[in-house]
């Protein structure tokens, strides 16, 4: 039914200028205003909408991957941009946040957007 519609995902926050700078100043996104809400211009992975919620409340599970090719080159030079990473002792990250999987063939690390939205920078192999 649905198999040649086109989709986007969304996700809301309570700081659209400061939420703008971020993606736009710190992770280097191509974002456009319209109308209040945010969209992300990610090469790939179509538009991500960010629309203003008074009442937000961030969810508690990852909201936006970002798939990159060398995890430590990404985390840190997020890290020299201002990004503070996450520590999830549960799921046993090292010195530089980033949780390795050789079973899951996954590098991740996360760190949180200016609403509270947890994102990720992701490797894969």
Known sequence: MLENTAAFSSFST???????????????VPVTEDQGMLH????????????PKPDHQPATF???NFQV???????????????????????????NNIMRSEEM????????????NILSV???W
């Open 14 to 28: 309570d700081d659209i200028a400061g939420t703008r700078a971020f993606y736009a100043d710190r992770l280097k």
């Open 40 to 51: 992300l211009e990610l090469s790939g992975a179509g538009k991500i909408l960010i629309y």
């Open 62 to 64: 990852t909201v936006l």
């Open 69 to 95: 090719t060398d995890i430590q080159k990404a985390v840190a030079g997020l890290k020299q941009a201002g990004i503070v990473f996450e520590s999830y002792p549960y799921l046993h990250t090292d010195e």
């Open 105 to 116: 063939r996954v590098a991740q690390a996360w760190f949180k957007d200016p609403g509270g």
């Open 122 to 124: 992701i490797q894969t």
